[in-house]
């Protein structure tokens, strides 16, 4: 797995799979948002984050199936102002399955953009991977 500093290990279930006996595309989605979960609770320190996504992208290498084993990998591609970017390398049984970005803006109460706190830059900035990877 590319050294993103930071993996889940994720068990697909059953009902992730669809009529073509594979993870479901959208699912993907999920598994990346369960890995993003578990990073900011593990490197952050927060479960709960204010965040809206303003940016998706999945790119798909190969299915995954039943009974492989999935690792998301999770680093910090951008951080801006009141944004940041993360990455995912997506592996089903050691080999990529697929990769994604996402882009977060932290939101105050009204769901106004609002400045990253500062003690989250830095731990955000611990894991910062090359952006080209």
Do not use: C
Request: charged share 30%; glycine share 6%.
């Amino acid at each position: 797995m590319t050294e993103y500093g930071f993996s889940a290990t994720i068990e697909p279930r059953y009902r992730d799979i669809d009529t073509y006996e594979h993870v479901n595309h959208a699912v993907h989605v999920t598994y990346m948002e369960e890995a993003r979960m578990r990073f900011f609770r593990d490197v952050v320190g927060q479960l709960r984050i204010d965040t809206v996504i303003a940016n998706l992208e999945v790119d798909y290498e190969r299915p995954i199936r039943l009974p492989d084993t999935v690792e998301v990998g999770v680093g910090v591609a951008e951080v801006g102002e009141t944004s940041l970017t993360l990455a995912y390398d997506i592996r089903a049984d050691g080999e990529p399955a697929a990769s994604g970005r996402t882009t977060q803006v932290i939101v105050d109460e009204d769901g106004r953009p609002t400045p990253l706190p500062g003690d989250w830059r830095d731990a955000l900035e611990a894991h910062r991977i090359d952006a080209a990877e």
